[in-house]
């Protein structure tokens, strides 16, 4: 590999032409002799770059209406030629070598968004001499620079300028540029297979600075927010699609009775089941209404009217239901930014996979199930069976919320919900500054207790059991703590983290 590059010769063909006269000035003064086609050739004519057109290489005039300008031997030949191998073959055939290829492509997106634009208008919008360009100067790396965005500009003008394109630069341009003709692809795929492009792009990630897109699952594997069918409000963000998910995990989790999720900040802040949806959601409410402001709210029964009346008192990002009433949309329909989608069913993902500085993480969906028999007792005092099922109500809802996570329940009704936090025990402390009443309540927790400090803390709120993984090697501490209290504690057997 050749360490360093200094470009003798660029080709720029650009559809943005932001920031393009800028480099094209800095190149020219680094004593790169710069040829380019059409519209980029008139822009930097106009302003003061010497500019060779692209037709002096190709030795062919742009035809076709502009369709056909860069298709050529002689300008594949002098990106794509091996400069150690082929240089008599290139002399032979009177080619010039290409080191620096700037392009990026038609702006395929624009159009394609646009709803009035026909068939025949996307068509001609697909770039084809540029993808190829791109493509061969990419492969061609080793001594072939290619910029593809204006944002690398500045910094490759810095590195020519001082001393030339470093192999480490050229490989970094190169995954760039391929990166940038496959997401083209695939939005001529999408638009051209009838699926919308806003489907894939969104307006920005987690903060407006980070660009951020959505990739929908047509295989039926998994259903969820992106096959969701959007009634009215805003298009969906980056972080209404992660917490409309956890929302809906969370809600698969009680399938035999009317329930409500409220999410926020990707972990549940309220969850309720009720005689009926306008219970549930009283219920998931009530939890903590302050944290419920700005949330994503999830039912899986009908949206009845007298619901949407409650609801439409208070902020929420989304709403989402199998079904509405007509009633009740008319009612949603007042709040113009309120997203209200309707589901009929969820199905999650077999697996998750991030992204992280140097490869990826991939892990099964946590399907597990806890049931009474599952529960081991080492207490002497024993959980009555309001306390085992409300126990394994409580944990439902703790397998759904960061960690750390303490989930505080009474008769069947979540009391608090606490995640997120770095210490067990800060989570247990503010699980029972939000309760209201924590007297006789169950408390689960996500992972084991790793010394008796927490169970400590609960007892001084006269909490009844507690349910968790145990496994700690110090589980007789804790166990010994609970018989001191009087408080009935049940292992399950394994942890629920959600990092």
Not at 344 to 364: A, D, M, R, V, W
Request: glycine letters at 8%.
């Amino acid at each position: 590999m050749i360490k360093r590059v200094f470009p003798k010769t660029a080709l720029i063909s650009v559809s943005n032409k932001a920031g393009i006269l800028t480099f094209a000035r800095s190149l020219q003064k680094s004593g790169v002799k710069i040829f380019a086609t059409g519209g980029t050739a008139s822009v930097l004519l106009n302003g003061g770059v010497e500019v060779s057109k692209v037709s002096s290489l190709s030795r062919f005039p742009e035809i076709f209406g502009g369709r056909v300008k860069t298709l050529s031997p002689y300008i594949s030949g002098g990106i794509l030629g091996q400069r150690d191998k082929d240089e008599v073959e290139a002399k032979d055939n009177k080619i010039t070598w290409i080191d620096l290829v700037v392009c990026n492509l038609y702006p395929f997106s624009d159009v394609a968004k646009n709803p009035s634009s026909t068939m025949s208008e996307k068509i001609e919008s697909i770039d084809i001499g540029g993808p190829t360009m791109i493509r061969a100067a990419a492969k061609n790396f080793k001594w072939v620079g290619v910029v593809v965005s204006p944002k690398d500009y500045h910094s490759v003008a810095r590195t020519i300028s001082s001393g030339g394109l470093t192999e480490k630069k050229r490989f970094d341009l190169s995954k760039k540029a391929f990166e940038h003709c496959a997401e083209y692809d695939q939005t001529i795929f999408e638009s051209l297979s009838g699926k919308k492009v806003e489907d894939m792009s969104l307006r920005y990630g987690e903060n407006p600075h980070q660009k951020a897109f959505v990739v929908r699952d047509d295989t039926g594997s998994s259903v969820g927010i992106p096959q969701a069918k959007q009634i009215q409000g805003k298009r969906l963000s980056y972080n209404n699609f992660l917490d409309g998910d956890a929302a809906l995990q969370c809600l698969s989790e009680f399938k035999n009775s009317p329930a409500c999720i409220i999410v926020k900040h990707n972990s549940p802040c309220g969850v309720g089941t009720g005689e009926n949806i306008e219970e549930a959601f009283d219920r998931a409410f009530d939890v903590d209404s302050s944290s419920a402001f700005g949330g994503v709210v999830a039912l899986n029964r009908k949206c009845s009217v007298g619901l949407a009346k409650k609801m439409n008192k208070i902020f929420f990002e989304i709403i989402v239901a199998p079904s509405f009433d007509s009633g009740s949309l008319k009612i949603f329909s007042k709040k113009k930014n309120l997203r209200v989608l309707s589901l009929k069913q969820y199905s999650p993902p077999g697996f998750s996979i991030k992204t992280i500085g140097g490869g990826s993480l991939g892990q099964e969906h946590d399907d597990s199930k806890l049931f009474k028999k599952h529960l081991s007792i080492p207490t002497k005092k024993k959980l009555t069976q309001n306390q085992t099922s409300t126990g394994l109500f409580a944990w439902k809802v703790v397998k759904h919320t960061k960690s750390n996570a303490i989930v505080v329940a009474k008769n069947n009704k979540i009391i608090s919900i606490s995640g997120g936090q770095t210490s067990r025990v800060d989570a247990t402390k503010i699980a029972f500054e939000k309760a209201k009443v924590p007297r006789g309540c169950v408390v689960a927790s996500d992972a084991f207790f790793p010394f008796k400090d927490s169970i400590e803390t609960m007892a001084k709120y006269e909490i009844a059991a507690i349910i968790q993984p145990g496994g700690s090697i110090r589980d007789s501490e804790v166990v010994e703590s609970c018989n001191k209290n009087r408080i009935a504690m049940a292992y399950t057997g394994f942890r629920v983290f959600k990092h």
